[in-house]
């Protein structure tokens, strides 16, 4: 199985600051049909995960665009340019280029 | 918008089987494209694929649970299941039902999730 490690575990941010998260594959998600399926999801305290990117940068439908994705190959990071109190809760990163899907750890951004 | 209801016994014993069932709205099972999927998150934890079917009937296991897991599909019902026998503690977690899209590779709509908990 792939494994997907997220750094940091938590991240303690500033209102109005911006945040950033990691996630590294232990193979590259680049798929036979060329495409690289990682996205990233968002959990909200009691709620279930949320879809924010797919395709390493392709926002989802309804998601505000201080969200972003970047990155290629094994490294791709999610940013959130200016960070406000709704963005609380913890982000996953998941792959579905190799079955099974997996997901990474997570991060949970907490304001400071 | 498509929605999706997890709904199924809250309490298993050990050793038993759990069974939930997915109820989908707003788009119809049998329209192809997508896969059903059911994922589970222990609790306080991270998440787990457990597998996902498609209208069709095929299935997809992770090869971590395959020897316990069975998701079927009812297209009259627009519903899909999912059975995870010979259940332990371990098991305890709250499941989602989600749509895997084939073409863009992701889960783009999750149902609420329900806690199920294995205890005698």
């Known amino acids: 199985d792939i494994v997907m490690t997220q750094t940091p575990l938590s991240s303690p941010v500033t209102l109005g600051q911006p945040a950033s998260i990691s996630c590294r594959s232990s193979?590259?998600?680049?798929?036979?049909?060329?495409?690289?399926?990682l996205s990233w999801l968002q959990q909200r305290p009691g709620q279930p995960p949320r879809l924010l990117i797919y395709k390493i940068s392709n926002r989802f439908s309804g998601v505000p665009d201080r969200f972003s994705g970047s990155g290629a190959g094994t490294d791709f990071t999610l940013k959130i340019s200016r960070v406000e109190a709704e963005d609380v809760g913890v982000y996953y990163c998941t792959q579905a280029t190799q079955f099974p899907r997996t997901f990474g750890g997570g991060t949970k951004v907490e304001i400071k | 918008q498509v929605q999706l209801q997890e709904s199924g016994p809250g309490l298993v014993k050990p050793s038993q089987t759990l069974s939930l069932t997915c109820t989908v709205s707003g788009g119809s099972i049998s329209s192809g494209g997508y896969y059903w999927s059911w994922i589970r998150q222990h609790p306080g934890k991270g998440l787990e694929w457990i597998g996902y079917?498609?209208?069709?009937?095929?299935?997809y296991y992770n090869p971590s649970l395959k020897s316990r897991v069975t998701i079927s599909v009812d297209t009259s019902k627009n519903q899909f299941s999912l059975k995870l026998s010979s259940v332990t503690a371990a098991d305890t977690a709250v499941y989602y039902c989600?749509?895997?899209?084939?073409?863009?590779?992701?889960?783009?709509?999750w149902g609420q999730g329900t806690l199920v908990t294995v205890s005698s």
């Open positions: 079917i498609y209208y069709s009937g095929s299935t």
């Open positions: 989600a749509r895997d899209g084939a073409a863009a590779g992701t889960i783009d709509y």
């Open positions: 193979q590259s998600l680049v798929h036979s049909d060329g495409n690289t399926y």
